[in-house]
């Protein structure tokens, strides 16, 4: 059967991070899995946490509601997203008295969370749900010889015990999907580091700071571009790497892809269609087909 | 309806205030004194290498009830929320729950949100999402938005003034 999910897009995606949704849109519907655009969705309620717990509980709550009454699992492709949903559902099972009281206001927008859905990143959509045999049979321009550094991202991978899309520790199922597309995935030591982006808010020269010194690690170990799987991440590594430079005092020219770009471009899809003139970092040199 | 009924001391926040105190209280009576200061949430700590974020001593804090005066302080907003204290405390004490509750709390008792955080809640208020549609530039200059890249309408909530009731109700109503 075929696989379906509702994309939910969360806020950062689909209000700048264009990149990461179109190369979604381009790659994933062709792997297999069909993505449903559902109406209502709003913020996770993951960046509101520091303010009021409660509130990014029942904003979870509520789009887990929205897919439920569409009757579909969920595609998360935000780090932040798919954290607050999974922890969202956690809660909601193990405490029935704040599932009812969450429900008993969600009732006024003719919502209700009864059922525990699916709910995947893209690092597990392609890992487990697609799998590597399903890529490798897509890929047409292997993209050999390729030295690439994987990004996770912290909030994909912890914490472990309400279940996460990868190993909390050694992650390596990014470095897989990067060995289909005939990339040479390479390890470093920065590989857990923090992107610096949940500091955006209140910090933002500390936050660009923690961005410059893992892309300079990077640059340093002469790898030869950087994939990430979240909106937050790439914002800190691809749209403002120039200015994450100038708090290492640094001059960095790392590209910086989404994994699902890459994908792409592995399947044979055009950089436009995915979005790669929108990268601000040196995309253009890896020599990747059409990408000026 | 405004952002100052959420955060401010106004007469509604009673009860909030209670329901965020309790739950300190109990992390306090419950969860810190398993910490037995191994202090490997601070080796991790991504906020410690840059910002001298110590999530034992928050906890060790805690454990003495020193709550106004860690509510009080800046170093709890600099948690990157990493998660690793979370993921590699022995004995499954979290400090990063503890710092999002004592920042809650700061909150709840009127204290100055920090940075860009009100800006976030308020158009979550009034669009549901932290941000509408921005313009991006590509790396030649040109300028763009979201439907000249062929990308469908945002997904947003549909009735507004129902969405923020929803808001409202959950987090000023009693426990």
Redesign the interface.
Known sequence: MKKKYALF????M???Q?AY??SI?ETIPLLGVELV???????CGE?????????TL??SA?NLAIAEKHHLDVFAPCAMCHLALTECQHILEENSAMKG??NS??A??GLQYTVKRQVVHTVDLLYDQVGIEKIKEHVKKPLNGLRIAAHYG??I????EIGRPDD??NPQKIETILKALGVEPVGYPQK???C?A???????E?AL??TGQKLQAIQEQGIQAMVDVCPWCHKMFDSRQTKAGETVAAKLDVPVLYLTQLLGIAMGITGEKL?L????SP??KLQLGDVK | MSIIDLTSMGEPQTDLKKELNDRLTKLQDEISDYCFQCAKCTSGCEAHKLLELEPHKIVALLKRGLINELVNSDVIWTCMTCLKCRERCPQRVAPVEILFALKNIAVASGKQIPGKYTGMLQSILSMGLIQDIQQTTTRTNKTLKRDELGLPPLSKPIDVAKFQAGIMKIAMEKV
Not at chain 1, 9 to 12: D, S, V
Not at chain 1, 47 to 55: A, T
Not at chain 1, 157 to 160: C, D, G, H, I, Q
């Open positions: 897009p969360g806020c950062l689909p209000t700048e264009y949704e179109l849109r655009d559902v109406e209502g969705f709003s913020c960046p509101m946490k520091s303010v009021n717990q409660l509130l029942y904003l509520r009281r969450i206001t969600l006024a927008e912290c909030h991978l912890r914490p472990s909390s520790e857990l580091d923090c610096g949940p500091l955006l808010a209140n910090l933002p500390s700071t923690k979005g003139e929108l990268n601000l995309v253009e």
